[in-house]
C-alpha cells in the first residue's frame, strides 16, 4: 500500500522519466492542473508516463482511464484506489 506522499513522488518521478525537460517545472504546479497541457507533453508522453506508474507500483491502468488521469492529483487518486 502506497501513502500519498509515496504516490505523489511516484508520479513525479515518472513524469521527470518520462519528460526530463520539464522536470523541474512539475514540483511548482497545481496539483489539479492538466498536467500534459501545462507541460506541454503529448500522447506518447501520457501513455509512457501510465507504462512508468504501472512498471513502478503494479497498478495496472487501462487505457480507458487515461482521459481521468490527467493531473498530478488524478494520478495520486488512482494510485492509492488501487494500492489500497
Same mark, same amino acid.
Given at each position: 500500500?502506497?501513502?500519498?506522499?509515496?504516490?505523489?513522488?511516484?508520479?513525479?518521478?515518472?513524469?521527470?522519466?518520462?519528460?526530463? $525537460?520539464?522536470?523541474?517545472?512539475?514540483?511548482?504546479?497545481?496539483? %489539479?492542473?492538466?498536467?500534459?497541457? /501545462?507541460?506541454? +507533453?503529448? *500522447?506518447?508522453?501520457?501513455?509512457?508516463?501510465?507504462?512508468?506508474?504501472?512498471?513502478?507500483?503494479?497498478? $495496472?491502468?487501462?487505457?480507458?482511464?487515461?482521459?481521468?488521469?490527467? %493531473?498530478?492529483?488524478?494520478?495520486? /487518486?488512482?494510485? +492509492?484506489? *488501487?494500492?489500497?
Amino acid at each position: 500500500m502506497l501513502t500519498t506522499d509515496q504516490a505523489r513522488a511516484t508520479v513525479v518521478e515518472a513524469i521527470a522519466r518520462v519528460a526530463p $525537460d520539464v522536470a523541474d517545472e512539475i514540483e511548482g504546479l497545481d496539483p %489539479s492542473v492538466d498536467l500534459w497541457d /501545462a507541460l506541454e +507533453l503529448d *500522447s506518447m508522453d501520457h501513455v509512457n508516463v501510465m507504462t512508468q506508474l504501472t512498471e513502478r507500483t503494479g497498478v $495496472d491502468i487501462p487505457e480507458r482511464d487515461y482521459p481521468e488521469l490527467r %493531473s498530478i492529483e488524478s494520478l495520486i /487518486a488512482h494510485l +492509492l484506489r *488501487s494500492t489500497g
